[in-house]
């Protein structure tokens, strides 16, 4: 039984590996981190596209929120 768990233990290692090298190739910018969190949000029945567009708006909202505190520092 504990030689099965460490199969499907490297299993899932070894997929998250390539999610994160095709993440990568494709500049998604997501880190293990994120990418294991996107990948249990779908798997619970998330829908990706719906999931890639509320991370591509948090982005636009923290990039404007970065360029809106350094035009502020520097005035």
Do not use: F, Y
């Not at 099965?4 to 899932?12: C, D, E, I, R, T």
């Not at 029945?45 to 990039?63: C, F, H, Q, T, Y």
């Amino acid at each position: 039984m504990a030689s099965h768990a460490s199969a499907n233990m490297n299993a899932v290692r070894e997929t998250m590996d390539v999610l994160l090298e095709i993440s990568r190739l494709l500049n998604t910018g997501l880190d293990m981190e994120s990418l294991s969190i996107c990948v249990r949000l779908c798997e619970q029945g998330i829908n990706p596209e719906a999931l890639s567009s509320v991370i591509k708006e948090l982005r636009r909202a923290s990039d404007s929120l970065k360029a809106s505190e350094n035009s502020t520092s520097q005035g």
